[in-house]
Nanobody, 118 residues
Framework: QVQLVESGGGSVQSGGSLRLSCAAS?????MGWFRQAPGKEREGVAV???????FYADSVKGRFTISRDNSKNTLYLQMNSLKPEDTAMYYC???????????????WGQGTQVTVSS
């Protein structure tokens, strides 16, 4: 059972930046970030594999960057130019199989809250 622990959420004003981290208990090929706002479905934000391939939702392209330190089994999400509509609970997900931005991944973290005020 892979354990995922997120950190780095918080509150920021519109236009600000935050960096999320997700530490995995062991190596796993695909890791990604998903988010869920109140009353909305969980949606994919960015996913990457240890080979360097990345996938982004159109809504975050050019503002968010996913990266990974394979030596630490840790995934990062650098979020710049944050908007109020980015407010959500952000979840780390992982699997050895890839599902793109579809939330079908097997392992999930507990989530970290991101709140962007206008």
């Amino acid at each position: 059972q892979v354990q995922l622990v997120e950190s780095g959420g918080g509150s920021v004003q519109s236009g600000g930046s935050l960096r999320l981290s997700c530490a995995a208990s062991e190596y796993i090929y695909y890791m990604g970030w998903f988010r869920q706002a109140p009353g909305k479905e969980r949606e994919g934000v960015a996913v990457g594999n240890s080979g360097g391939d990345t996938f982004y939702a159109d809504s975050v392209k050019g503002r968010f960057t996913i990266s990974r330190d394979n030596s630490k089994n840790t995934l990062y999400l650098q979020m710049n130019s944050l908007k109020p509509e980015d407010t959500a609970m952000y979840y780390c997900a992982a699997d050895n199989y890839g599902f793109g931005l579809d939330p079908k991944y097997k392992y999930w973290g507990q989530g970290t809250q991101v709140t962007v005020s206008s």
